[in-house]
């Protein structure tokens, strides 16, 4: 398994959050986890344009996936989200002192 630097999981989570659309997706999913069928439902844009949104949130580690079926239903990765928030913090002289 590739590990990642502290600044390239903050790259790739930033990146990941510049979209309205995948904001959108992790909003949608504070309220619980959804299939794919689900999350695609509630926008007017293509499956293929989705499954592109919630790969990018996969990659960021933003969101969890499991195979339910023949279901895919995706989570939120709150490690990251506070890992992201903590490094945040960080960068701008706002975190825990060493």
Not at 15 to 22: H, I
Not at 38 to 52: K, M, N
Not at 75 to 83: G, M, P, Q, R, S
């Given at each position: 398994?590739?590990?990642?630097?502290?600044?390239?999981?903050?790259?790739?989570?930033?990146?990941?959050?510049?979209?309205?659309?995948?904001?959108?997706?992790?909003?949608?999913?504070?309220?619980?986890d959804?299939?794919?069928?689900?999350?695609?439902?509630?926008?007017?844009?293509?499956?293929?344009?989705?499954?592109?949104?919630?790969?990018?949130?996969?990659?960021?580690?933003?969101?969890?996936?499991?195979?339910?079926?023949?279901?895919l239903?995706?989570?939120?990765?709150?490690?990251?989200?506070?890992?992201?928030?903590?490094?945040?913090?960080?960068?701008?002289?706002?975190?825990?002192?060493?």
């Open positions: 398994m590739f590990i990642r630097s502290p600044a390239a999981m903050l790259d790739q989570t930033i990146r990941a959050l510049t979209d309205p659309t995948r904001r959108e997706i992790l909003r949608a999913l504070r309220e619980g959804l299939t794919a069928g689900e999350i695609a439902g509630r926008f007017p844009i293509t499956a293929a344009s989705v499954s592109h949104h919630l790969a990018v949130l996969r990659e960021a580690e933003l969101v969890t996936v499991e195979r339910n079926g023949k279901s239903v995706y989570a939120l990765n709150t490690t990251v989200l506070h890992e992201f928030l903590q490094g945040m913090m960080e960068l701008f002289g706002k975190g825990e002192e060493s």
